[in-house]
């Protein structure tokens, strides 16, 4: 045979994938309601403007949504174009750190206009003059102002606020004019602790660092420190202090110190990097923390204790991910250790997938009946069909787009020109496209793609979730691809059953299609109360569908946007509720997926950096929660 047969198709397909095309190098889901809060449809982020143009204007919404003030924003873009968004991010994070506005510096200062510069260089150079320039202005003890608890402390109003807090000593409360001078080192002290460190840590750092250290290299010291003693299970703290509650008015300490440390763990990972410092890595086999169908090590794992529940919370992306991303990913829910899952442990089709969450890992359980393990189980149908040295057992990932017609027919022609087995070419082109598109033996010699209703079971769902009321069957095929496994999350989740009898009040972020409540329905945990936070109509429509045909007796409150759940909304629904058992989600892993061959840009990407907006909104959760 010619080679035109095994020719690409030419097709030209644009993916929207969660997950790693699986073929050759097998070692290496996001939720609605029926009442829309303000009685209007929410505006995403991609719809809203802003002063700094139109070509920027989806940028600045972005990370004003993310809760930076529009004149940080306005100013880290002009510093760095638009088409950068991880510089812009950093600029960000560290005026965020210092709590210092770019109006405070020179008035004269212009933007960074030598393109060749290196703006992350540019920023680590910077980094050191912009903190110690604070301490020209005047310290004391009033920047512990406690904060309104109505008010929403990632608005541009809070960081116009903190921004006052270290520009202008003299409107703060408490401080009478004939106070002495600080000295520089009780400067620093008091800037280390008011980003959140222990005063007894900040005098050791200053002592060992010396007097003329910059707040990044005491920072750093502390940070490293805090570290190796959390590494090393003997270690009795000499200085730990008595614990006391989160109360929402430290927030803004936490924020400040989180930012710090995302800024100096970056600026590691861009440097030499320790060889004792080992990134996260994926384990092979996949199996997390155990699964009901292998025998597994017994696991048993401490959290951190800012991790511990309640809220409990549960987090999901794609395993496979840039390097580094993990790490972030754990840095900033509580240095909580991911669990790495393959689907395939519980259904016919491969699904790697990283969780971290603070739920138990006893005492689990797998839904009944399980589900189909191999193909031929699954798609009985297709068994008769199926050629000898076609050997799958197992289908790769479930994505978010199918083969196309023109594919399926060129196979069909490859393989009907031989009486017997073709050749082993022949077969190579047929298997790798067939494991490629998840195609399965539909008769002789023909292949065909899955159909949404097989893909709906073998996800979990039930028999026609993503069918009718006017949803498209691309758009059924591309909601189904970046959904939860429900047998795989429900097994996680099963350990909630004994814990919350009366049922139970679930946050979802980026709910997609509803994997996570409808795991907990198949559970059997009454869902006294949904807050379903989805972007898209077409999920959207799907949950209110599946709420209302299995006679939901709770509450389903749907928003359309996260970055619409400021702190004040948050307080307002913890209220009304009593707050939140389950804070649930997987942000966009458009930049994250390795079938992203485009904008694979990790956490900085537009999409994935929604994980900022899940960190956020779990830990304002956890500050209000705490109060109360």
Not at 344 to 352: H, V
Not at 412 to 432: F, G, I, N, T
Not at 505 to 521: N, P, Y
Request: glycine letters at 8%; proline letters at 6%; one cysteine or more.
């Amino acid at each position: 045979m010619g080679g035109k047969p095994f020719e690409d198709d030419g097709d030209d397909v644009s993916w929207n994938t969660d997950d790693e095309l699986e073929i050759e190098d097998p070692p290496f889901d996001s939720t609605s309601a029926v009442t829309s809060i303000g009685g209007g449809n929410l505006l995403g982020c991609c719809e809203a403007s802003s002063s700094v143009g139109p070509s920027s204007s989806k940028l600045f919404s972005h990370f004003v949504g993310m809760g930076f003030s529009e004149k940080l924003v306005r100013r880290a873009i002009e510093e760095n174009g638009e088409d950068n968004s991880e510089t812009i991010l950093e600029t960000l994070l560290t005026y965020s750190a210092l709590g210092n506005s770019p109006q405070n510096h020179d008035a004269e200062s212009s933007p960074i206009k030598d393109q060749d510069v290196d703006s992350d260089k540019k920023l680590d150079d910077d980094f050191d003059d912009k903190l110690d320039a604070d301490f020209d202005l005047k310290v004391d003890a009033g920047f512990d102002h406690e904060i309104d608890a109505n008010s929403d402390i990632w608005s541009s109003d809070y960081e116009e606020n903190c921004v006052d807090d270290f520009s202008d000593s003299d409107s703060c409360p408490g401080i009478e004019e004939t106070s002495a001078p600080l000295s520089d080192k009780e400067q620093k002290l008091l800037f280390l602790a008011d980003m959140g460190y222990p005063a007894e840590e900040a005098s050791i750092a200053i002592e060992r660092c010396g007097p003329g250290s910059s707040i990044e290299e005491l920072a750093n010291f502390i940070f490293a420190a805090q570290m190796a003693r959390a590494d090393d299970d003997s270690y009795a703290d000499p200085v730990k202090e008595q614990k006391q509650k989160f109360l929402y008015r430290d927030y803004a300490k936490h924020k400040k110190r989180k930012m710090l440390e995302y800024k100096l763990e970056r600026k590691r990972h861009r440097g030499e990097s320790d060889p004792n410092d080992e990134p996260i890595r994926l384990p092979n086999p996949m199996v997390g923390f155990g699964v009901p169908t292998e025998q597994c090590p017994v696991v048993h794992r401490a959290l951190p204790e800012a991790a511990i529940g309640p809220p409990y919370f549960y987090y999901e992306n794609v395993a496979l991910a840039p390097k580094g991303v993990w790490d972030t990913i754990s840095r900033f829910l509580y240095d909580i250790e991911p669990e790495f899952v393959d689907s395939k442990y519980f259904c016919a089709a491969a699904r790697k997938r990283g969780y971290v969450h603070n739920l138990p890992i006893g005492n689990r359980f797998p839904l009944l009946p399980l589900p189909p393990h191999t193909v031929h189980e699954a798609l009985p149908l297709t068994k008769k069909w199926w050629p000898s040295w076609d050997t799958r057992t197992k289908l790769n990932c479930l994505q978010t787009a199918i083969g196309s017609a023109k594919l399926t027919e060129r196979i069909r022609k490859a393989v009907e020109e031989w009486d017997s087995d073709p050749p082993m070419s022949v077969q190579k082109y047929v298997l790798d496209e067939c494991r490629k598109w998840n195609l399965v033996w539909v008769g002789r010699n023909k292949v065909a793609p899955l159909e949404p209703d097989e893909v709906e079971m073998l996800l979990g769902f039930p028999r026609n979730h993503t069918r009718g009321g006017g949803i498209s069957r691309t758009d059924r095929y591309k909601s189904l691809g970046n959904s939860f496994q429900v047998d795989t999350v429900a097994y996680h989740l099963s350990v909630l059953k004994d814990m919350f009898p009366g049922g139970i009040t679930v946050l979802s972020l980026f709910s997609g299609i509803g994997g996570a409540e409808v795991a907990l329905h198949r559970l059997g945990i009454p869902l006294k109360a949904v807050v379903s936070v989805e972007i898209s109509e077409v999920n959207r429509n799907i949950v209110r569908s599946w709420w209302e045909q299995t006679n939901q007796k709770g509450n389903l409150i749907d928003i359309a946007d996260v970055q619409q759940l400021t702190g004040d909304r948050l307080e307002q629904l913890i209220s009304s509720f009593g707050g939140f058992d389950l804070v649930v989600g997987g942000s966009p892993c458009n930049n994250l997926a390795g079938s992203n061959r485009v904008s694979r840009d990790g956490l900085e990407g537009k999409e994935s950096s929604l994980f900022f907006d899940y960190f956020r909104i779990l830990d304002l959760v956890k500050c209000i929660m705490g109060k109360k």
